[in-house]
């Protein structure tokens, strides 16, 4: 059996639950205009509420999911929340389900955790565990979600070199004049900053863009969250 010391998902969940704690109810986050008691409810209804979660990622059902979190968010004391989410999801949970933790959650606890830690004073970016990269490295991909709607074509680009396409928009609505740069963009960062950048943290994300001046333009101009 993983301990939290082997599993990163594990170890991460133990970490952003230790960052709720210390920075405390109030505390501002990087996550949408959430405060710490905003972003603790998301994470207990999302693991424990499965009529709810589903409008985290359809817009149409977001109305309900926001209703359930203010509702938690006002009834549950900020440390049963914290500690709530810090004890794994509940038995009945699609999260409960062996591996879905590890597939569904790393990249989800990475980013809320950063979301806490950079939304304080002099904060610099963790070293990774290489087992913590590669695993955000392989959930990456999301990112063709998020940027679905970027008029230009991106790459992001690890320290390695290996790289991933994950917008193709200025095959189409670029090269049309469709509000799209003039070629491709390349974005070059640490995986961790890929994954804070490609999820709409692009203001804290350490990344270099490189490509011609008018596609960076468009991107940098361009919003997208997750």
Same mark, same amino acid.
């Given at each position: 059996m993983s301990?939290?010391? =082997?599993?990163?998902?594990?170890?991460?969940?133990? $970490?952003l639950a230790g960052a709720l704690a210390e920075a405390g109810a109030d505390a501002p986050t990087r996550c949408g205009g959430w405060d710490a008691r905003d972003l603790a409810a998301h994470l207990?209804?999302?693991?424990?509420?499965? =009529?709810?979660?589903?409008?985290?990622l359809l817009p149409p059902l977001a109305f309900y999911t926001e209703r359930v979190r203010r509702r938690t968010a006002r009834a549950v004391p900020f440390d049963r929340l914290v500690e709530r989410f810090r004890q794994g999801p509940p038995k009945l949970s699609p999260?409960?389900?062996?591996?879905?933790? !590890?597939?569904?959650?790393?990249?989800?606890?990475?980013? +809320? +955790?950063e979301d806490i830690r950079r939304a304080g004073p002099d904060w610099e970016p963790r070293d990774l565990s290489g087992e913590?990269?590669?695993?955000?490295?392989?959930?990456? !991909?999301?990112?063709?979600?998020v940027l679905r709607k970027v008029h230009v074509e991106v790459t992001l680009v690890r320290p390695d070199g290996r790289?991933?396409?994950?917008?193709?928009g200025a095959r189409g609505r670029g090269r049309s004049g469709g509000g799209g740069g003039s070629g491709p963009v390349r974005v070059h960062g640490a995986?961790?900053? $890929?994954?804070?950048?490609?999820?709409?943290?692009?203001?804290?994300? !350490?990344?270099? $863009?490189?490509?011609?001046? =008018?596609?960076? !333009?468009?991107?940098t101009e361009t919003g997208w969250s997750l």
């Open positions: 301990t939290p010391e =082997d599993d990163p998902v594990r170890r991460e969940r133990g $970490l207990v209804v999302r693991e424990g509420r499965p =009529d709810a979660a589903p409008g985290i999260y409960a389900v062996p591996g879905v933790d !590890k597939t569904a959650n790393g990249v989800e606890f990475f980013v +809320h +955790h913590l990269e590669e695993l955000l490295w392989r959930r990456i !991909k999301i990112a063709r979600f790289s991933v396409r994950v917008s193709g995986v961790g900053e $890929l994954v804070l950048w490609a999820l709409g943290r692009t203001d804290v994300a !350490k990344v270099r $863009l490189t490509g011609p001046t =008018d596609s960076v !333009k468009t991107l």
